[in-house]
Each structure stands twice: as structure tokens, then as C-alpha cells.
């Protein structure tokens, strides 16, 4: 009996000082890992590399689902960039739509968050008013209240008439028509201002009460103190931001359909209207492509510029400079 | 004096967030009267008709000919809950797999994962859209349930990486002891960190499901015959057809379809507004 437990001992041993000494880790071999990520890496494989590689050929390609595609080479690019106005007025609008969404919704987020910060009771009944058009914010149901709000007779030119002013229709009219889209996404502002004032959460308050000690008031303490220490939370939320008003599609689908007169043309409902209603899928592939580099383009340039406005307070010494 | 000064200001404060939250929340208002108006009280400025019409709830309900939309919500929920489940499977391995297992290339394939997060959905519509017509995929749920089952539908990386986050938050004590008793991984996974993920777990299914019903791109993409449409598009097509005809049944309808997303807020608000703030998912 006991050489038995020896043995049994010394297998052990033997087992946890070969399993130590190996490369992969303690117990388990790769294969285990590999198992539990294999959804994820079958899912990457052929749902996204795979499709990202056919959309680069097909990009070069005369691709419509009905016909043979034909290789055409630079082709549909050469077309998009010296023949194609409507990519243009997409570009134009879209540039205006992100120019226009992004920081109006980003300082609603922010000045909400710095009032909500300070109001404590009934902090519950404001957020969840604040946050309920975020909640159904992507939804078509949104998008067909808003074109009844927006229209002529809608309840936002009511509002006007309260003050004597008189309205038009604001989605008919090509100059008006993108920002009653633009209001609809700032209308939105929830989400982010819930994410600012978890950032302000976590300002320790000794900042204020020492500046305050040195005189510093309200304002010099926002522009010195709030804005740096939240800058890390403004910079999450300005690239998240402009990478989804980027790729912006139902409202301006559902709302204006582009229209009027191509106002409200944004690059995904062009992209889309390429690629299903007239099924240019080559074209269109080359179109999001386009987008995929703009976007990256402009993601890497705010990364770029954040080291010269984003602090953080482990390489700051608690929001002052270096 | 100062005291009172001090309550003056928090009253303003106060009065100025009520009128602004009443502002935010106007448009709600102005939908709920306006479903119930008729064409021509749509355009009266009141936000209350005077003769509600309660009939465009019902109508509305029925203004799909040969459908009801008792029909198109089972669609939306059936799609629902396919995709929850299917989410919830793969997500939570893959996520538990990257959280506490080693493997060679992990920290690669963790990279590569986080890239994704940023891709734009339109590079890969047209491919995918492709893909799953050569496969005859075209109006059925497969292009919405196998990408999840394979954690990579809508939202279905992000889960993965919220969910990695979470994990990682949980003792890994427990695990050890866990494989002392004979546990397997399997067993640690199921028995022991899904149990403790379980908050996580909750955000990441309201945002799936939250998510999945407001896909409208996807199901306008995918679904093409009127048996099989989900409520957004639906309403796209009374929307379509009734143009200029009954707004106020088709406003109905709309606000009928978000009171889903509305119950599971109300449900789940603190932890959505909680799991937003510290994620940091858009909504």
C-alpha cells in the first residue's frame, strides 16, 4: 500500500514539474484556449477577414450579383473620384453631419453631466429622461416622429409660433433638412452624458478645495481642473462619436431618404443605394472602402492630437502638466 | 443668509432641470397625443386631441393586409430570442476562454479583436450580403443568428470584450481551488465564474436585445417577405403605404414598437445607465 502512494506521489510531482517547466502555462494545454475562442476565431475568419478581402477584390470589380464579375481594375475608383458628383455631395454632407453632430452633442453631454453632477436629489428622474431618447434613439419609430415633428405642420414649428416666428418644412427645405437630422442626433446626447458624469465621478474633490483655497474660482477651476482631469472621458467619447456619425444611416433613410435634393445624402444611405437599389456591388465595395480609410484616417489623426490635449493622471501628477 | 442663498441656487438648479428634461422629453408628449389624432387634428397645435382616436391603435395594428402585427412581433421576438441565446453562448465562452486561459498568440488574437471593435459595418454589408446569398440565406434569420452564434453579429465583439473585462474582475482563487476539487476548465466556466458574471451578463442581453430590435438595416437587408418581417420593418411599410394617408395610426404603431425597449429600461435602468457609464457602450 504505501510504494502505492509513492508512486501515486511522485507521478504528481512529476506531472505539476513537467506541466510548470512547459511553455504553455499550468494546467491546461492550448488546445483548451483555443476551444473557448474558437467561435470568436471562426467568426473572425469567416465573417470578417474573409468578407474584408472579397470587398477589396470586389472593389476592383464590375461585381452586380446578376452578371459575371469582370475585373475592371482601378476603375471604380477612378469613376468615384472624377465622375461621380453625388459621392461628392455624400462627402460634403457627411463632413457637415459629423462637423455638425459630434460637438454640439458633446457639449450638451457635457454641461447636462457638470449641472447633474452637482443636483443630487432626484438624480434618478433626470437621467432616465435625459437617457430615454438614447434608448430608442436608433429605431425607425424615432425616425417617423421626428418627420412629423420636423414637418410643416409639425409640433416644432407650433413652438415657433409661440415666439411670432414662422416656420417652414423643415425636412422639405434642402438647407434645413440635414439639421433637423443633426438635432435629432444631438437630441441623443444621453449616452454620452452618462459616460461624462461617471468621468466627473472620479475627480477627486480635494483639486476644488485646495484651488479654492488659492482663489481659483468657478470658471479657472473648470477650465483647470475639470477639463483636464475629463479629458480622457471627452476623448473616448469625441472618437466614438465622430466613428458613428460617420456611418450614420437610418434617420437620414427613413427621414429624408437623402432627399431633398440629395441635402441629406450621407455616405451610408449613398453607399446603400449603390450597392442595394441598383446593385453596383463593385462600386459600392469601392465606396466602403473609401469610408473605411477615411475613417481611419480621421480616428488616427484624433488619436495623434490627443497627446497634446489628453491627460492622464498617471502620467500627470493628478492633472497637472509634466 | 448663505444658507438660504445656497437653497435658492439648488432651486434654480432644479427648476432648470425640470424645464430642460421636460424639453428632452416633449417629442415623447407630442407621439403619445399624436397617435391619437386624426389627419386633421394632426396639424393643430395642441398636444392633446380633443376627440382621442383610440380606433389607429387598433387599426394600426391591423393595417398590414393579411397580417396583424400580433404576426410581426412574434417574428421580432422569436429573432429575439435566438439571438440572445446564441449571444449569450459564444460570448461568454469566447470572453472566459481570453479571460482566463493562456494560449499561445493570445495577446495577437486579443489585438486583433479589439481592431475589430472599430471596423466600420459598411465594408463588411457587401461581402456578408454576398456570402449569405450564394448561400440562399436571403429571407431567413441565419444571416442574423449564425454571426451571433459565432459572436460576431451585431455588438457581438463588443459583448465579448465587455464581458473579458468583467471576467477578469472575478478571484482567480476560485478557479484554482475549483481545479484542486477536479474541476474541469468546462466545469469552472459553468459552475463558477458564469454564476459571478452574472450582472455583466444581464447589461450585455438588454444591449443585445435592445440592439437586435432596432437593426433596422439588417432586416431590411436579409427579409424580404411580409411573413417574416419584424415590427421596424413593418412600420417601414405602413409607413410607406399609408404616407400622407393616417399618421396618427402609423405614430401609433411606432410608439407601440418601442414599449419593449421601454419595459426592459424601466426593469433594468440602474444597471443599463451603470453599465454605460463604466463601459462606455453608445447606446
Not at chain 1, 450638451?108 to 428622474?125: C, P
Request: with cysteine; charged share 10%; glycine share 8%.
Amino acid at each position: 500500500m504505501n510504494r502505492t502512494v509513492t508512486v501515486n506521489d511522485s507521478k504528481i510531482e512529476h506531472a505539476i514539474g513537467k506541466k510548470r517547466s512547459s511553455f504553455w502555462s499550468r494546467w491546461e494545454t492550448p488546445g483548451i484556449g483555443y476551444l473557448f475562442i474558437s467561435p470568436w476565431l471562426i467568426g473572425f475568419f469567416l465573417l470578417t477577414l474573409y468578407p474584408m478581402l472579397l470587398s477589396l477584390y470586389y472593389s476592383f470589380t464590375n461585381y452586380t450579383l446578376m452578371k459575371p464579375k469582370k475585373w475592371v481594375g482601378l476603375d471604380n475608383y477612378h469613376r468615384i473620384f472624377t465622375a461621380d458628383d453625388k459621392f461628392i455631395q455624400s462627402l460634403k454632407v457627411t463632413f457637415w453631419y459629423v462637423l455638425g453632430s459630434v460637438p454640439l452633442k458633446l457639449i450638451a453631454a457635457l454641461l447636462v453631466a457638470i449641472i447633474l453632477n452637482k443636483a443630487v436629489k432626484g438624480i434618478s428622474a433626470y437621467r432616465i429622461a435625459i437617457y430615454f431618447p438614447s434608448l430608442i434613439g436608433g429605431s425607425i419609430a424615432v425616425s417617423m416622429l421626428w418627420r412629423n415633428i420636423f414637418g410643416v405642420d409639425g409640433s416644432f414649428n407650433d413652438f415657433l409660433g409661440l415666439f411670432g416666428v414662422q416656420g417652414t418644412g423643415w425636412i422639405s427645405n434642402p438647407s434645413t433638412a440635414l439639421w433637423s437630422l443633426i438635432v435629432l442626433t444631438i437630441w441623443q446626447f444621453g449616452s454620452s452624458m452618462v459616460i461624462f458624469l461617471a468621468g466627473l465621478k472620479q475627480i477627486p474633490k480635494d483639486l476644488y478645495e485646495a484651488s479654492s483655497v488659492d482663489g481659483a474660482n468657478r470658471i479657472v477651476q473648470f477650465f483647470r481642473i475639470t477639463l483636464p482631469m475629463l479629458s480622457p472621458t471627452i476623448y473616448f467619447n469625441f472618437i466614438m462619436g465622430v466613428i458613428g456619425a460617420f456611418q450614420m444611416f437610418t434617420s437620414a433613410y427613413v427621414i429624408t431618404n437623402g432627399g431633398p435634393m440629395n441635402s441629406t445624402l450621407v455616405y451610408a444611405v449613398y453607399l446603400y443605394e449603390r450597392a442595394f437599389s441598383r446593385y453596383q456591388l463593385g462600386y459600392a465595395s469601392a465606396l466602403a472602402w473609401i469610408m473605411l480609410i477615411m475613417i481611419a484616417v480621421v480616428a488616427g489623426l484624433i488619436a495623434l492630437s490627443s497627446k497634446y490635449w489628453v491627460f492622464y493622471e498617471t502620467d500627470t501628477g493628478r492633472g497637472k502638466r509634466k | 443668509m448663505s444658507f438660504s442663498a445656497k437653497n435658492v441656487r439648488g432651486g434654480i438648479r432644479h427648476i432648470l432641470m425640470i424645464l430642460f428634461c421636460l424639453l428632452m422629453v416633449y417629442p415623447v408628449f407630442w407621439w403619445i397625443g399624436a397617435s391619437l389624432k386624426s389627419n386633421e387634428e394632426l396639424t393643430s397645435a395642441s398636444l392633446w386631441p380633443d376627440h382621442p382616436l383610440w380606433s389607429n391603435f387598433k387599426n394600426g395594428w391591423n393595417s398590414v393586409p393579411g397580417h396583424s402585427f400580433t404576426d410581426f412581433y412574434v417574428n421580432t421576438f422569436g429573432l429575439e430570442i435566438a439571438v440572445l441565446i446564441t449571444t449569450f453562448v459564444s460570448c461568454t465562452l469566447v470572453a472566459f476562454g481570453f479571460a482566463r486561459l493562456d494560449f499561445p498568440l493570445k495577446n495577437f488574437w486579443f489585438s486583433i479583436l479589439m481592431l475589430t471593435l472599430m471596423l466600420p459595418a459598411q465594408v463588411l454589408i457587401i461581402p456578408q450580403y454576398a456570402m449569405f446569398h450564394q448561400f440562399g440565406w436571403v429571407n431567413t434569420y441565419l444571416p442574423f443568428i449564425v454571426p451571433h452564434l459565432l459572436a460576431s453579429g451585431a455588438g457581438g465583439t463588443f459583448f465579448v470584450f465587455l464581458l473579458i473585462q468583467f471576467i477578469r474582475g472575478v478571484p482567480r482563487e476560485l478557479d484554482e481551488s475549483a481545479k484542486i476539487d477536479g474541476c474541469s476548465w468546462f466545469g469552472i466556466y459553468w459552475r463558477i465564474v458564469m454564476p459571478l458574471t452574472k450582472p455583466a451578463i444581464v447589461t450585455v442581453s438588454i444591449f443585445c436585445f435592445l440592439w437586435n430590435w432596432d437593426d433596422f438595416l439588417g432586416h431590411l437587408l436579409y427579409i424580404n417577405s411580409v411573413d417574416k418581417y419584424t415590427v421596424g420593418l413593418a412600420l417601414k411599410m405602413i409607413n410607406d403605404s399609408q404616407s400622407g394617408t393616417q399618421w396618427g395610426q402609423v405614430l401609433a404603431m411606432s410608439l407601440v414598437s418601442i414599449v419593449p425597449a421601454t419595459i426592459v429600461f424601466a426593469f433594468a435602468q440602474k444597471q443599463l445607465v451603470e453599465g454605460v457609464a463604466t463601459t462606455g457602450i453608445k447606446g
